[in-house]
């Protein structure tokens, strides 16, 4: 079942994945990368299932935990010593905070970018930016396309060669090495067949000869304007909380967080909105499609 929130206007997805995306990076404060890696988790556990939490525990988890062991150890800024583990060198607590956080960082960008990877299709980077850099845009299309066909290319070639005992699971580690090569070579000619293909049929559409004209099944409709404006409210008072110091954070040689007050505050509740949007609207959609089915 398609995700509710792809099916608003591409114009939403992109502006909704800019914002959270640059806040999480550019804002190493605990109250909004905490609201991202839970809002991101959640959003990416909805959209990939299984293979998001196989995803999380095998490479996210244990980079998180990596960043939180490496950081302190190279890092001495810290004024709050832990432990000594040579005689000048120490494991500092705000160094351990520092690498929590960015591994959290790190973690909800990658989650955020698993999930435009599912909302942001390829036809939809070419609606956005067609016009304005046709080329790049094509470019991007096409190997959108290219790398899902390759693959499952090289799987007939694999099977194929497996077929007549030249796979590379076949023969000693000399003859592997050798059926490898041979599938890698049958791999290139098959890509250059088919990219001289590509080209031949371009040309004969009379690509490039005259203005593209471009065909679009999105429009922008009330209900993206209401999202439109909510995003923009949401990360505008983000923003405006940053410029006014609301989500400072100091973390050497001691953890000092600015003061929430009323715009730190506004400031949180505003970022959860922007990044538990589409799982607000998930939830939403959910529940008008109980109520609808209650009333058969």
Same mark, same amino acid.
């Given at each position: ?26 804002? /190493? ?51 709050? /010593? ?7 060198? $120490?494991?500092?607590?705000? !160094? ?110 009379? $690509?490039?000869? !005259? ?46 967080? !600015? ?27 959910? /529940? ?9």
């Amino acid at each position: 079942m398609q995700s509710t929130f792809a099916t608003y206007h591409p114009v939403i997805n992109f502006l909704f994945f800019c914002a959270v995306i640059g806040i999480g990076i550019f804002l /190493i404060h605990p109250v909004f990368l905490g609201i991202s890696m839970a809002a991101s988790l959640t959003y990416a556990l909805l959209l990939g299932g299984k293979e998001t939490l196989r995803f999380f525990l095998c490479f996210l988890l244990p980079m998180l935990l990596l960043v939180v062991i490496v950081n302190p150890l190279i890092n001495q800024q810290g004024g709050t /010593i832990l432990f000594y583990y040579t005689q000048s060198r $120490y494991v500092s607590l705000e !160094a351990v905070i520092y690498g929590l956080l960015t591994g959290f960082m790190l973690s909800s960008v990658l989650l955020w970018f698993s999930c435009y990877n599912k909302i942001m299709t390829s036809d939809k980077f070419v609606f956005l930016f067609g016009k304005l850099v046709p080329a790049v845009s094509m470019i991007f299309s096409m190997v959108m396309r290219f790398v899902p066909n390759y693959k499952m290319q090289i799987k007939k070639i694999s099977d194929g060669q497996k077929c007549i005992g030249r796979d590379v699971s076949n023969g000693s580690v000399k003859e592997k090495v050798r059926h490898g090569i041979k599938i890698v070579s049958v791999m290139f000619t098959w890509a250059l067949e088919h990219a001289i293909d590509s080209a031949d049929s371009m040309r004969c559409r009379g $690509y490039g000869t !005259a203005k593209r004209s471009t065909f679009s099944i999105y429009r922008f409709d009330r209900r993206d304007a209401v999202c439109g404006i909510i995003l923009l409210a949401a990360a505008g008072i983000v923003l405006a909380g940053a410029v006014m110091g609301a989500c400072a954070v100091s973390f050497y040689p001691h953890i000092v967080m !600015a003061e929430s007050g009323g715009m730190g505050l506004a400031s949180y509740l505003a970022y959860a909105v922007l990044c538990f949007f589409p799982v607000i609207a998930e939830g939403k959609e959910v /529940i008008v499609w109980r109520r609808l089915q209650s009333r058969i």
